[in-house]
C-alpha cells in the first residue's frame, strides 16, 4: 500500500512570490491534515479537511489556504511569500478524522526556502 | 507555549542505556500518540493511547498513559542507535479537536 506522497520534496522561492504544494493520501483515507515544522516552533496544525471540507484550522494568517478533491488529494497555497514561511510542510492522512482519535500517516513533506 | 510539554529536550547515552521521556500537559487528552521522526522523514507513528493508566509495549519501547489522561512516557529498554530519533508526543482533546505535538525530544544512542 503506497504511503502518503508529497510533491515537491524541495521548493526555493523569494519574498512575495506564492507557492502550492500536493499532497496525495493513502488511498481509503479520508482525512488530511497539514502541519508546518520549524525548529524553533516545531510541528504547528495548520488545517484538516475531510470530506473535501476543512474541518480545524490553526492560528496561521489568511496567506495560507488548502483545500480537498473529491479523490482526497489535497493542496496547500502560501500567498506573499516572507522569510518566515521557511520550513518543513509536512501533509498527514488518517482513516477517520483526527478528533475521533484516529491517527496520522505522514508524508515526508515539501521542505520550502523563502529568499 | 506549548499545550504539551516534553522532556527532556535533548537526550545522549550509550547503547545499552535505557531511557525515558516525558509528555505533560494540563488538559486531559482523549487519546495520546507517541510518533518518532528521523531527518528527512515525516513522523512515524508507535503507539496510540486511550485509557487512564493504559500501558503498551512495542518491543523494547514502553508507553504509558496516566491515570488522569494528562500525561504520558515512554521507556526506552537496551537502547540500540536505530532508536536515534525525534520523539514527538501528540494530543487530542475535546476541546482543541485537532491534534497538537509536543516540542519534542532528541534521543541520541551512540555505539
Known amino acids: 500500500k503506497a504511503g502518503v506522497t508529497q510533491t515537491p520534496r524541495y521548493l526555493i522561492k523569494t519574498r512575495g512570490q506564492q507557492v502550492t504544494l500536493s499532497c496525495s493520501p493513502i488511498?481509503?483515507?479520508?482525512?488530511v491534515s497539514w502541519y508546518q515544522q520549524t525548529p524553533g516552533q516545531g510541528l504547528q496544525f495548520l488545517f484538516e479537511?475531510?470530506?473535501?471540507?476543512?474541518?480545524n484550522k490553526g492560528n496561521f494568517p489568511g496567506r495560507f489556504s488548502g483545500r480537498q478533491f473529491s479523490n482526497s488529494r489535497s493542496e496547500m497555497n502560501v500567498s506573499t511569500l516572507e522569510l518566515g514561511d521557511s520550513a518543513l510542510y509536512l501533509c498527514?492522512?488518517?482513516?477517520?478524522?483526527?478528533?475521533?482519535?484516529?491517527?496520522?500517516?505522514f508524508g515526508n513533506g515539501t521542505r520550502l526556502t523563502v529568499t | 507555549t506549548q499545550l504539551l510539554e516534553q522532556s527532556p529536550q535533548f537526550l545522549s547515552i550509550q547503547e545499552g542505556e535505557n531511557l525515558t521521556v516525558y509528555c505533560n500537559s494540563s488538559?486531559?487528552?482523549?487519546?495520546l500518540q507517541w510518533y518518532r521522526q528521523e531527518p528527512g522523514e515525516g513522523p512515524v507513528l508507535l503507539v496510540t493511547?486511550?485509557?487512564?493508566?493504559e500501558v503498551k509495549k512495542l518491543k523494547r519501547l514502553t508507553f504509558q498513559f496516566g491515570d488522569a489522561r494528562k500525561d504520558s512516557s515512554l521507556h526506552i529498554t537496551a537502547a540500540q542507535p536505530g532508536d536515534t530519533g525525534l520523539y514527538l508526543c501528540?494530543?487530542?482533546?475535546?476541546?482543541?479537536?485537532?491534534?497538537?505535538f509536543g516540542a519534542g525530544t532528541q534521543v541520541v544512542v551512540t555505539p
Open positions: 488511498s481509503g483515507h479520508r482525512s
Open positions: 501528540a494530543g487530542v482533546t475535546d476541546s482543541w479537536g485537532k491534534l497538537q
Open positions: 488538559s486531559v487528552f482523549s487519546s
Open positions: 498527514a492522512s488518517s482513516l477517520d478524522r483526527v478528533e475521533n482519535n484516529s491517527p496520522l500517516h
Open positions: 479537511y475531510f470530506s473535501e471540507t476543512q474541518r
Open positions: 493511547v486511550v485509557t487512564g493508566g
